[in-house]
């Protein structure tokens, strides 16, 4: 397990260092590494068959399964799987935010777009242009539910509480991918100059009839085919291999 703790320890200090202010204060966490799914009645974020995860901000605790593989060895180990891992510590480390927690849009949306980050090949923590995942799903489920619903969708789940923004496990990918990308289309909004948290402060303090007036924009922002947007990074060294793997 030391390289896999080695990576996790490479990726808290890269979230670290996109919200120093709200992470100075935070106390530590506890990671459980587990072979086998806990009952925990918690939220469990599901990622690829076989790995999941979950935090408790009660106990400061994040848990991990990853099931043996074919070969009997926890996916756990593999030093790829560590995006649901990033995903558990960005709600720890950004719990201290005024107001974050009463929208669990944001909560998430945070989650997600901290779940991506990556090494760009100089031991760095970068977080990639836009998630492929989740800008894909936002493209799909915008053509298969039409322009209307899909904004209702958005409206919904942006004023959702938590027990409608959790209560349907067929629909939770989807609010996933719509918090991620409606944060994304806020994030750019601000000027470049803004930091990361200075940006995430200014939108935790928004009002709700500000935000839900910036929804037709974010449906603009899909406009683009995937593999369009990732042709516009292979030129950049640092997002070279980012973008050839997505």
Request: glycine share 10%.
């Amino acid at each position: 397990t030391t390289p896999y703790i080695a990576r996790m320890d490479w990726s808290a200090r890269g979230i670290q260092s996109y919200i120093p202010k709200s992470a100075q204060d935070i106390s530590g966490v506890t990671v459980i590494l587990s072979g086998e799914p806990a009952d925990s009645g918690a939220v469990i974020r599901r990622g690829r068959p076989g790995f999941a995860g979950w935090y408790n901000g009660v106990f400061d605790m994040i848990w991990l399964s990853g099931a043996p593989d074919e070969d009997g060895k926890s996916i756990l180990l593999e030093l790829d799987s560590l995006d649901t891992f990033q995903h558990e510590l960005a709600h720890h480390l950004t719990s201290g935010i005024p107001g974050i927690q009463r929208r669990w849009w944001l909560v998430e949306g945070v989650a997600c777009h901290f779940e991506g980050g990556f090494d760009p090949g100089d031991g760095s923590f970068s977080i990639p242009p836009f998630h492929i995942k989740y800008y894909e799903k936002c493209r799909q489920e915008l053509r298969r539910r039409g322009e209307a619903r899909f904004v209702a969708d958005l409206q919904e789940t942006l004023e959702g509480n938590y027990g409608t923004f959790y209560s349907t496990d067929s629909e939770l990918l989807y609010r996933y991918a719509l918090s991620w990308g409606f944060l994304w289309h806020l994030l750019a909004s601000f000027p470049e100059e803004d930091s990361f948290e200075d940006k995430i402060y200014q939108i935790a303090a928004m009002p709700a009839e500000e935000l839900l007036l910036m929804t037709q924009g974010f449906v603009e922002d899909l406009s683009d085919r995937t593999r369009e947007k990732l042709r516009e990074y292979l030129p950049d060294p640092r997002l070279r291999r980012w973008a050839v793997s997505g």
